[in-house]
C-alpha cells in the first residue's frame, strides 16, 4: 500500500531501491549523499528482499561491480558524488560500450577537484556529453524534488532495461540533504534466478545451458567495420532515446513574454523567481527538463514565437546553456544566469539576473 | 595391423573436451596460456560445472579468453575482474566464478581490487598468469619483472632503485584470512600440467563448497616478449623466475 514518509533526498533513493526490486547496490562513502548506503545498511533490504548491499573499496570497484551484476541480467545500481563520479567514468563507458542496463546517482557537489562538500550543477557536461571515452550517451534524469528522487530509481531502472543502457540520476547536494513528504509505493518482489532467464537469457551471463551458445559481455571489438557497425547501432538507439523519452515541466508559460531554463534545485528556485517577478509585472515562465539527455530541444523551441528572451539558471559557470542555445539557434537572446562553488542562487538574484541581461541587456 | 585397425572409437584414451571451442586461438606458439585455457576447460568439463561457471577476463593478452571455452564470460576493465567477479558472486551464490588475470592487470593496476576481493573472501578462484612482462601492448616492464630484466620500458634492464623490487603479490594474498588455497604452479613440463591441473580442481572444489578465495599463481612464459625461443624460454623460467617464485603451496585450510 501507498504510504506518505518524510524523508531525505538520498534516503528515498535508498527506499525506492528495496521497493522497485533492485538486486544489487554497490557503493563508496562521500558527502554529501552517504545517507544513500547507510540507510540501505540501517535497514537491511538482504533479510527482506534478498537484496545484496556491498560497501566497496573504491568508486573504480563499485561501479565495475554494477558491471559485474548488470552483465548478469540483474537490476543493480551505486550511487556517489562528483568526485567520486569522476571516478566511475572508466566502468560506465564500458557499461555503454557493453550495452548494460544500470542505475548511476550522482549527488553533485561544487569542483573541480575536491572542491566542496555543498551543492552544484557543475557536472552537467559530464553526464550529458559522455565523461568517459567514446560515442556513448546515458539517459539523464534530473530530480526536483525528493518524491523524484523515489519515483526515479524505478523509472530509472525501467529505461536502463528497456533500452540496455546506463541511465544516471542527477540529483545535487540540495536535493540529497533536503526532507520532504514522499508518497512511497508498493514493494515490487525482485525478480527470481529463472525469470532473469527468461527475460536476459539471451544476452545476460545467467550460466551457459544446452539450449543456446555461450553468452558475452565485452565492449571489445578489434575489427574496426564491426566495431563501427556497433557505433551505428548505439547512434541508433540514442536517436530512438531522443524521440520517445524526453521529459519537460512547464509552469506559467501560458503567457510568458520570457523563459527561465532549469533543472534540478535551480528549477525550484526559479518557481519562487517567477511569482517575485510576476508582481512586478515580468511575464516569465518556467521550462524544466527532466531529461537532460535526451534534452527537451523541441519543446524550447516551440516557445521560440512567443518569448523575447530565456535566462538559463544552473548552479555552474553555464554548462546546460549550451544546448538552449543549440536548441534556440540565435533567434532570440539566451543568456546565463549561475552561482559555482556550492553557493546557491536566491530569487532575488535570478530576477535582477532576468531584468539586467535579458530585459534591459 | 593397418592403421583403419588403430583408429577406432573403442580405442580413443584422450579428446578435446566439449568445453574448448574450436577457435584458433591467438596466442603466440609456446605461450602458456593456450596450456592453461586447456586444463581449465578439462576441469570444468570433469567436474561438470559448465552450465554454473562463469569467467571473467582481463586486459591483456587474455582479453579474448571469451573466444575458447565454452561458457558465459564477461569481459572486464583493466584490473577490475576482482570486482566484477564479486558482484557475480554475491548475486549468483551458487554459480562457480572466476577471474583469469595477467600480472599487470592483477599485481599492478588491478592490485586494490584483487586485494579486497581476497581480504573478503570471495567465494570464487583466480588464476594469475605471471610471466613477468605485459605481453599484449609490446613486451613492457611489469610489476613481476625480475631484476636486470630487459623490456620495452626498461631497456637496460629493470633498475630496482628506480621502480622497486619485482612485487611478490601471491605471498602477500596468502596472508589474507579470506583467501582458503594459495599456490605458485607452472605449465612447462607434462608433470607441472598434472600438478596444476590438481590445483584447479581443488580450487573449484573450494568454491563450490563456499571455503573462500583460492588463488593459483602459474609462473609463465612470454617468449615474444622476452624475445627468446619456445625452449629457450622455458629453460629461462626455471633458471631466473623459479628461484624468485618458488613453486608451491602458500595456504591450503
Redesign the interface.
Known amino acids: 500500500m501507498a504510504e506518505l514518509k518524510l524523508m531525505k533526498g538520498n534516503e528515498a533513493i535508498a527506499e525506492a531501491a528495496i521497493r522497485c526490486g533492485c538486486?544489487?547496490y554497490?557503493g563508496y562513502p562521500i558527502t554529501p549523499q552517504s545517507e544513500v548506503m547507510e540507510t540501505l545498511m540501517a535497514r537491511k533490504p538482504w533479510e527482506e528482499t534478498g537484496m545484496?548491499v556491498?560497501q566497496?573499496?573504491?568508486e573504480?570497484?563499485?561501479i565495475?561491480?554494477?558491471?559485474?551484476?548488470a552483465?548478469?541480467g540483474?537490476k543493480?545500481m551505486t550511487s556517489s558524488s562528483s568526485p567520486g563520479v569522476s571516478l566511475k567514468q572508466?566502468?560506465i563507458t564500458?557499461i555503454a560500450g557493453?550495452e548494460l542496463p544500470c542505475l548511476v546517482v550522482n549527488v553533485v557537489r561544487g569542483g573541480p577537484g575536491l572542491g566542496t562538500i555543498q551543492p552544484a550543477q557543475s557536472d552537467y557536461f559530464q553526464a550529458t556529453k559522455g565523461g568517459g571515452h567514446g560515442d556513448y550517451r546515458l539517459i539523464v534524469l534530473a530530480p526536483a524534488s525528493v518524491q523524484e528522487m523515489y519515483d526515479f530509481v524505478d523509472l530509472g531502472f525501467e529505461l536502463a532495461f528497456k533500452y540496455r543502457n546506463p541511465v544516471q540520476i542527477q540529483s545535487d547536494g540540495v536535493i540529497g540533504q533536503m526532507m520532504e513528504k514522499v508518497t512511497v509505493g508498493e514493494f515490487k518482489p525482485r525478480l527470481t534466478?529463472e525469470e532473469v532467464v527468461k527475460r536476459y537469457g539471451s544476452w545476460a551471463?545467467?550460466?551457459?545451458?544446452?539450449n543456446r551458445d555461450?553468452?558475452?559481455?565485452?565492449?571489445?571489438d578489434l575489427d574496426a567495420y564491426r566495431q563501427e557497425q556497433f557505433n551505428l547501432k548505439l547512434q541508433r538507439k540514442y536517436k530512438e532515446i531522443e524521440e520517445k523519452e524526453v521529459r519537460f515541466e512547464k509552469i506559467a508559460c501560458e503567457d510568458a513574454d520570457y523563459l527561465l531554463v532549469a533543472y534540478g534545485s535551480s528549477s525550484r528556485i526559479c518557481q519562487k523567481a517567477i511569482e517575485i517577478a510576476r508582481e512586478k509585472g515580468i511575464k516569465v515562465g518556467l521550462l524544466r527538463p527532466i531529461t537532460l539527455f535526451p534534452y527537451p530541444t523541441k519543446a524550447i523551441q516551440a516557445m521560440l514565437g512567443q518569448v523575447k528572451g530565456i535566462l538559463a539558471v544552473e548552479m555552474s559557470a553555464g554548462q546546460m546553456v549550451e544546448d538552449v542555445r543549440l536548441a534556440v539557434e540565435g533567434k532570440v537572446k539566451v543568456q546565463h544566469y549561475g552561482r559555482m562553488g556550492g553557493v546557491i542562487p536566491t530569487p532575488n538574484e535570478i530576477v535582477k539576473a532576468l531584468e539586467e541581461q535579458i530585459i534591459n541587456g | 595391423m593397418d592403421i583403419k585397425d588403430i583408429i577406432k572409437e573403442e580405442n580413443l584414451v584422450y579428446s578435446k573436451t566439449k568445453v574448448l571451442t574450436d577457435n584458433v586461438m591467438h596466442y603466440c606458439p609456446g605461450c602458456t596460456h593456450g596450456v592453461v585455457h586447456k586444463i581449465l576447460a578439462e576441469v570444468i568439463d570433469e567436474l561438470n560445472i559448465q552450465e554454473k561457471t562463469i569467467g571473467v577476463t582481463p586486459v591483456g593478452c587474455a582479453v579474448l579468453a571469451y573466444n575458447y571455452l565454452h561458457i558465459d564470460w564477461q569481459e572486464a576493465a583493466h584490473g577490475r575482474a576482482p570486482a566484477v567477479a564479486t558482484a557475480i558472486n554475491r548475486l549468483y551464490p551458487e554459480k562457480y566464478v572466476f577471474t583469469y588475470q595477467g600480472d599487470g592487470d592483477l599485481a599492478s593496476i588491478g592490485a586494490a581490487e584483487i586485494i579486497h576481493a581476497c581480504n573478503r573472501g570471495e567465494k570464487m578462484l583466480v588464476i594469475f598468469i605471471n610471466n613477468g612482462i605485459y605481453g599484449m601492448t609490446g613486451g613492457q616492464m611489469a610489476p613481476t619483472t625480475l631484476e636486470g630484466m630487459p623490456t620495452s620500458t626498461s631497456p637496460y634492464g629493470r633498475d630496482v632503485k628506480m621502480t622497486g623490487q619485482p612485487l611478490k603479490i601471491t605471498e602477500l594474498i596468502a596472508q589474507l584470512p579470506g583467501t582458503c588455497y594459495v599456490t605458485r604452479q607452472a605449465a612447462h613440463t607434462p608433470a607441472a600440467v598434472r600438478k596444476l591441473k590438481k590445483a584447479i580442481t581443488k580450487a573449484f572444489d573450494n568454491t563450490g563448497k563456499k571455503k573462500g578465495t583460492s588463488f593459483i599463481e602459474v609462473v609463465s612464459t612470454c617468449n615474444s616478449g622476452w624475445k627468446l625461443s619456445p625452449v629457450k624460454s622455458n629453460e629461462w623460467m626455471v633458471e631466473h623466475m623459479f628461484p624468485y617464485y618458488p613453486l608451491g603451496d602458500m595456504k591450503d585450510e
Not at chain 1, 64 to 69: F, H
Not at chain 1, 214 to 220: D, E, G, P, Q, V
Open positions: 538486486d544489487g554497490f545484496v556491498l566497496a573499496e573504491s573504480v570497484a563499485a565495475n561491480m554494477v558491471y559485474g551484476g552483465g548478469c540483474k543493480v572508466e566502468g564500458y557493453a534466478d551471463t545467467t550460466g551457459k545451458t544446452a555461450r553468452n558475452i559481455i565485452t565492449s571489445l
